[in-house]
Every structure is written in C-alpha cells, then in structure tokens.
C-alpha cells in the first residue's frame, strides 16, 4: 500500500519570496507522482505529474517538483510567488500495478501575503 | 467540453434521509472515481469504476452505493444519511494509464453536504 505525507499543513509567505512544499510518500513498488491545487471553493486541478523520464518536472505557472527516489519525495518548489497562489496543494502518489488509484496527502495551505 | 459536472452544489439533509449526488463527464473517460474530502484530512476514494457495469469499493465506502450504467454518469447514493457523512464530495474521471495523457485525475467542483 502506498502512504503520503505532507509535513506543512500551512505555509505562509510574503510575495515574491521562494517557496517549498514537502511531500514523502512510501511505497514498495514503483510510483507515479502528481501535484494538485484547489482554489477556494473549487475542485482540484493538475499541476504536475511525474510518470517517468526526467526527475524534474514543471508546470506552466513556474512550478516545479522533483522526484528524489532515494529520499522518497517529491517537493514543490517555486522561486517567486504571487498573492494568486493562495491556495490548497495536494501531493498524491499511484502505483504503477494500480495506476488508477491515488493516494492524497493531507494537503498543504499556501497563504500569501502582501 | 463541460468537463465533470455534479449537482447539486450545495444539500442539507436530516438524519435517516437518503439522496443521490449526480457526477456526469463528457470526455469519454473510462474511469471514473468518487472522494470525500474532510478538513485537514485530504480526499478520501470511497468508490471507482472502470468502465460502465463495473465498479469496486474505495478506502470509505461505508455507507454509500455506487452504479455505471453509462460511460457519462456516475451517481453515488447515500442511504440512511448520518452526521458523519458530512463532507465535500468530488467526483473526477481519467483515461487509464495506459492511454498517451492517462493518469490526470480531472475533478467536478465539488457538492457540498450536511447532515443534521
């Protein structure tokens, strides 16, 4: 069975700053990996997914996560935030021999302040 | 496209009552996934199909009912609504893995439910 942990349950920061949100998971098989966003009071949207290739992966919004095997994580950084990025992020995992079930984190608050 | 749609947005129901979320897509996805989600505990899959005539039980399936007869529609019902069911329900769809651009979960906005 697969595990996430999401250390943060809010992080605030001031605009422009650089920003990390932690994701660990464990697993004993290969995983796919994915970052969610939820602005209030709607549903979740994709931000990135790892599946396979290059361990750095990037959104259109100047995100970015990185898939560190060793250490079991898949952190999301971004080196500039804006007041816009108030929101929920979830990280999640999927098996590779059950790909179509994920596993969410418990989420991670970003508040931004001017 | 509308994506995933559910209705209604917002319901209020009483103890012992029972109702039905509706949850439809038009992407043509196979697979389909109901979750809940509760204050700092994430989403919780309480059921998921994989094609229309089947479906399996989640993590939290206590309590509710599920059924495929179409690829579009995916309604969960709940029976005997109790105060723990109160909750944010999301449905969201995907293609399988599989498929080239599989794996994206897309979610509707979410129904909002309390049961007092």
């Known amino acids: 069975a697969q595990s996430v942990t999401q250390l943060d349950s809010q992080v605030p920061v001031f605009e422009e700053a650089p920003v990390e949100l932690r994701c660990n998971y464990s697993?004993?098989?290969?995983?796919?990996l994915f970052w969610y966003v939820q602005y209030p009071n709607q549903g979740l949207q994709l931000l990135l997914k790892y599946l396979s290739g290059s361990t750095l992966v990037e959104s259109i919004n100047g995100f970015e996560a990185e898939f560190n095997k060793s250490q079991t994580s898949f952190h999301l950084r971004k080196p500039s935030v804006h007041i816009s990025d108030t929101a929920e992020y979830f990280c999640a995992v999927s098996s590779m021999d059950s790909s179509y079930k994920l596993i969410f984190g418990s989420g991670t608050r970003l508040l931004v302040r001017p | 496209n509308a994506g995933v749609t559910q209705t209604p947005k917002f319901r209020i129901l009483k103890i012992g009552q029972s109702m039905t979320l509706q949850c439809t897509q038009d992407?043509?996805?196979?697979?389909m996934y109901w979750y809940r989600q509760d204050p700092g505990m994430g989403l919780k899959l309480i059921y998921y199909s994989v094609g229309a005539g089947i479906t399996d039980k989640g993590e939290v399936p206590n309590g509710y009912n599920v059924s495929r007869s179409t690829t579009e529609d995916f309604p969960l019902r709940l029976e005997l609504a109790a105060p723990s069911q109160t909750s944010v329900y999301f449905c969201?769809?995907?293609?399988?893995?599989?498929?080239?651009?599989?794996?994206?979960?897309?979610f509707g906005p979410g129904t909002r439910l309390t049961v007092t």
């Open positions: 697993s004993s098989v290969s995983v796919y």
């Open positions: 992407m043509n996805h196979n697979y």
């Open positions: 969201a769809s995907s293609y399988s893995m599989a498929v080239a651009g599989g794996g994206e979960q897309y």
